[in-house]
């Protein structure tokens, strides 16, 4: 069902692709089918969850600096990873600015502190100022709490990008044609130790759904205790490329608080009842005088029967 749901997606944005590419270049593509252009054969995402991303490949960031993922991994904090490249006719503009959607959707995270964001061109010609032309243009409208230096765009060589796109699944051809890449659109997201955790293949990202995606990325070292409650409680649906709520898991999290409320309403019943035993009881050491009625130890009625 998962596959099928991926295969629809892809459909979807290979015509919205054509379309595009069309329009902004006056030429059609060949089809092999009345949907789906030729040229996006061989074009989609093989999932690999809880598979590992190589650490150490070398990549450029948008400063010209020599970075790589084991780098960026070191803060402990996740990464959501795009394959783009910066002369996209389309699809790129299209999933950057909803990515873009998403992180300034998302309130309670802050880009650069609690995860980062990496954008890694699949064009191996790409420039260092060509990708620092491309992170001018989107970070200069992120809302103010995120820290702009957390969105990196990065260019390498054919060999790098290959390997990391290999070990994501991310399948894409080359048009020598119109010198353009056909390529799916997906934000990866990636756990401190380098796992891949999770895919989200929307277009203009829904906020909700991004950061539970985020957090479930971070593995408890992000997030509030009540947003890793809010994940637990929830599930991802493959189906509707979101988030939803798990009946069995909200009923385990009420009956537990319920549990809790009732031991917590307990307590000061429980002290009273002891309070009351204590002050009910008479120390065996103090025993009523028979002769004036006052309370003698047995130590002082010992002693009087003595002197007697």
């Known amino acids: 069902m998962r596959q099928?749901?991926?295969s629809l997606a892809w459909m979807v944005w290979a015509v919205a692709l054509a379309a595009t590419t069309a329009s902004?270049?006056?030429?059609?593509y060949d089809y092999v089918s009345d949907k789906l252009p030729k040229a996006m054969e061989g074009v989609r995402v093989d999932?690999?969850?809880?598979?590992?991303?190589?650490?150490?490949?070398?990549?450029?960031?948008?400063?010209?600096?020599?970075?790589?993922?084991?780098?960026?991994?070191a803060s402990d904090k996740p990464v959501i990873l795009s394959l783009n490249y910066s002369n996209c006719p389309g699809l790129c503009v299209t999933q950057l600015n909803g990515i873009l959607q998403g992180i300034n959707d998302v309130s309670s995270l802050r880009l650069g502190t609690d995860f980062h964001l990496?954008?890694?061109?699949?064009?191996?010609?790409?420039?260092?100022?060509?990708?620092?032309g491309t992170h001018r243009r989107y970070s200069q409208d992120l809302f103010d709490q995120?820290?702009?230096?957390?969105?990196?765009f990065w260019t390498g060589s054919k060999e790098s990008i290959e390997k990391l796109t290999d070990s994501v699944g991310f399948r894409y051809t080359y048009d020598a044609k119109h010198d353009q890449y056909n390529h799916p659109a997906a934000a990866i997201f990636i756990a401190p130790n380098g796992k891949i955790t999770r895919y989200l293949y929307e277009l203009g990202f829904n906020g909700n759904t991004f950061k539970m995606a985020a957090l479930e990325a971070g593995e408890g070292r992000i997030g509030s205790s009540l947003d890793m409650i809010a994940l637990w409680c929830v599930h991802y649906n493959p189906m509707e490329n979101r988030y939803s709520a798990s009946a069995r898991r909200l009923l385990a999290v009420s009956?537990?608080?319920?549990?809790?409320?009732?031991?917590v309403a307990s307590i000061p019943f429980w002290f009273a009842k002891r309070g009351r035993s204590a002050m009910g009881t008479i120390p065996k050491s103090v025993l009523p005088d028979e002769a004036n009625g006052h309370a003698t130890s047995e130590c002082e009625r010992d002693r009087i029967k003595f002197q007697s």
């Open 47 to 73: 999932e690999q969850l809880g598979k590992f991303v190589p650490l150490d490949l070398a990549f450029r960031d948008h400063r010209g600096n020599q970075t790589s993922l084991a780098k960026v991994l």
């Open 4 to 6: 099928l749901t991926r």
């Open 146 to 152: 995120h820290d702009a230096t957390g969105w990196q």
């Open 118 to 132: 990496i954008s890694v061109s699949i064009d191996p010609r790409e420039s260092t100022e060509k990708a620092a």
């Open 255 to 263: 009956a537990g608080f319920f549990v809790v409320v009732g031991l």
């Open 24 to 28: 902004v270049r006056g030429e059609d």
